[in-house]
């Protein structure tokens, strides 16, 4: 998937975390969540020679290609999760969930896509859920309705569930 379907995913995990932590809208603890939630989304393609991620984070994405880390494998794995989880226990709950599930709504929309992930590496099997005529091509028309159905929920959902009652 394309980096603005990956952050747009991101910033839809973030709003259900803010629901569920009952976080008021109009809050810095919100807007920071947003921002985790547009930049964490699209991460894991930090393993994609020439990504916007990969350049943000050249070090790290040249760290990766050093080891031999291939496309869609050890960042979009359970085991990259796992570790994730551990490295972010010190933050507090409200932030320890909105970076844990902004970053695991990427291999979630990957195995939408028809390549497939390596979601147990380092078993090398990459799995997708839907069949291949129906698979989502990155960059495809597919996507970009795809795209289209995120930006609504993105921007429907604070509306519904976020804004203090009687600002409707
Ligand atoms: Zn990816």
């Not at 379907?5 to 947003?34: C, D, N, R």
């Not at 350049?55 to 496309?71: I, R």
């Not at 960042?75 to 909105?98: C, K, M, N, Q, R």
Request: aromatic share 12%.
């Amino acid at each position: 998937m394309l980096q603005k379907t990956h952050s747009l995913a991101g910033v839809l995990a973030a709003e259900g975390v803010m629901i569920y932590f009952q976080q008021p809208l109009i809050s810095w603890e919100s807007g920071a969540a947003l921002l985790i939630g547009c930049l964490a989304g699209p991460l894991a393609d930090i393993d994609k020679k020439g990504s916007t991620m990969a350049k943000v984070f050249l070090p790290l994405s040249y760290l990766l290609q050093f080891l031999g880390v291939k496309h869609r494998t050890l960042t979009h794995s359970i085991v990259a999760l796992i570790a994730l989880g551990f490295l972010l226990s010190p933050l507090p709950d409200f932030f320890y969930w909105t970076c844990l599930l902004a970053y695991a709504s990427h291999p979630l929309i990957d195995l939408l896509n028809e390549q497939g992930v390596a979601l147990f590496w380092p078993w090398k099997k990459k799995f997708r859920i839907l069949p291949k005529f129906m698979a989502i091509d990155t960059g495809s028309f597919g996507e970009s309705v795809f795209c289209m159905i995120l930006l609504v929920a993105v921007i429907v959902i604070p509306f519904v569930y976020l804004l203090p009652k009687g600002m409707l």
